[in-house]
């Protein structure tokens, strides 16, 4: 059967539009034309007055630049709570576990950056944990529980592994050339305690990077919610919200806006739910490990000192300066970014952090993250099936792009998505589905000169 489709691309003011007619031919190649955008003043500032100019190994694990030096001596001692392993009797008493999943933060946030999938199948994952559920409704795993912990202190056994292969994808580009993404599959071995049992659902995810995070808290709620757009009441096809989730403290239901799936409202949860989900260590927090029989503890064992050294760490670690911003390929790229309809999700424009008590570093800065924190649905090729507060399997939260062109010269890799399975940026965008399926059409059907761009755009940020 014929069908036709019709696609309408904004820019700017205008409306590019294509017909073309499904005759299992490659649709035509989209013609963007003539794109203007200029550098804005200060873009190049990530983090605004905050963004530090280090380009190398260690730029992502540096202190805001407008810090009071006055505050140097706090940051590099909690930089240590951070660097520190639990499970080494150098650095204090032995308290992790007795399961876990690492036993210090920089296991696999190494330098502040990313996590990675295993390299091959007979590599164990280190920065990939897996979130269980029930296998039917919500809520942890009943045997389980909330993540799956592949080591265990001396005299316990770890609950399982995890092993991690690729099936290979084929796609086409309208120009022609070929491409292949990696679809993951997983098999669970070595299960301590039986069978996860039919239907449970799991959730592979890389560590994110650290820095920003103090300014992606200092956004107004106000702007965030403004963002959303749940009803896709402008019928551009994006329909981002915001995740409502508990604050285990004051015991209120809040906005997320931490982790993968934006479960997390505040990065103190999120630092403590980390510690106690990835290193079994209970805090004021969580003063009990998550889902297991045995998980009570005498008292924090993160002191609440510590946990604020770690809290004080994360908010002062600062994104990186962008390069070639001001370059024809990045600006045309820029263009394109907005013109295909990546900016629908990962805003492009600039947001404004509001004032934050104690911290005036963060406060009143032009900021450039790209993200909206919002969950959106992306499709059932990206979808673990795990529900998570209002999140559903398919919806995952925008996650930043500033300091994705640095990632190889800080961690060694390009592994992108939640499970890692992007081996580069082009891939990434190649495997977006649902609210961004048209414009990673678009995407597919750009002149070879205008995706490459798109990427020189990307390794800016």
């Known amino acids: 059967m014929r069908r036709m489709y019709l696609l309408g691309i904004p820019v700017g003011a205008l409306v590019l539009t294509a017909v073309w007619a499904d005759t ?89 950056g990313r996590g990675r999938p295993p390299a091959s199948p007979k590599e164990t ?52 050339e070929s491409y292949t993404l990696l679809r993951p599959s997983y098999r669970f071995k070595d299960l301590s305690r039986g069978s996860l049992g039919d ?23 106000e702007t965030l919610r403004a963002l959303a757009d749940p009803d896709d009441a402008n019928h551009d096809g994006i329909s981002g919200r915001q995740n409502q989730v508990l604050d285990v403290v004051d015991g209120q239901t809040k906005p997320g806006r931490y982790g993968w799936k934006a479960n997390q409202p505040s990065l103190r949860q999120q630092i403590a739910h980390a510690l106690v989900a990835d290193m079994g260590l209970t805090s004021e927090v969580y003063a009990k490990e998550q889902g297991h029989e045995d998980g009570a503890a005498t008292g924090p064992e993160v002191t609440p000192e510590d946990l604020e050294r770690l809290v004080f760490y994360m908010r002062l670690v600062a994104p990186p300066k962008r390069r070639d911003w001001e370059t024809p390929p990045v600006l045309r790229g820029k263009a394109v ?41 992306l499709g059932e090729g990206l979808a673990d099936g795990r529900p998570d507060g209002l999140a559903t399997g398919q919806e995952w939260r925008t996650p930043p792009l500033w300091g994705l062109g640095l990632q190889d010269a800080v961690n060694g890799h ?30 597919v059907r750009l002149r070879r000169e205008d995706r490459e761009a798109l990427l020189a755009f990307l390794k800016s940020l």
């Open 199 to 221: 239907g449970t659902p799991f959730s592979p995810r890389v560590a994110p990077a650290n820095f920003g995070l103090g300014l992606l808290e200092a956004i107004p709620e």
């Open 24 to 112: 299992g031919r490659r649709p035509p190649v989209l013609e963007l034309g003539a794109l203007t955008e200029v550098a804005e003043p200060g873009e190049e500032l990530a983090g605004g007055a905050t963004t530090v100019t280090d380009t190398g190994r260690n730029s992502f694990g540096r202190s805001l630049m407008n810090m009071d030096h006055a505050r140097w001596p706090d940051f590099h001692a909690s930089k240590k709570v951070f660097s520190r392993d639990w499970d080494d009797t150098r650095t204090g008493p032995v308290i992790v576990g007795p399961l876990f999943s690492a036993a210090s933060c920089m296991t696999c946030h190494v330098k502040d």
């Open 125 to 176: 994952p280190v920065s990939l944990v897996f979130q269980l559920g029930a296998p039917e409704g919500r809520g942890p795993h009943p045997v389980y529980g909330e993540q799956l912990d592949s080591h265990a202190v001396e005299g316990r056994t770890a609950e399982g592994h995890v092993e991690v292969s690729y099936e290979e994808v084929r796609g086409e580009f309208a120009t022609g």
């Open 337 to 377: 970014f907005r013109a295909i309809g990546c900016s629908g999700c990962h805003v492009a424009t600039a947001f404004e952090t509001g004032t934050v008590p104690g911290f005036p570093e963060l406060s009143g800065q032009k900021i450039y993250p790209y993200t909206d924190l919002l969950l959106h649905d």
């Open 414 to 443: 390009t592994r992108f998505l939640h499970d890692g399975r992007a081996r580069n940026a082009e891939e990434a965008v190649l495997w977006h589905g649902g609210e961004a399926a048209a414009a990673q059409e678009r995407y």
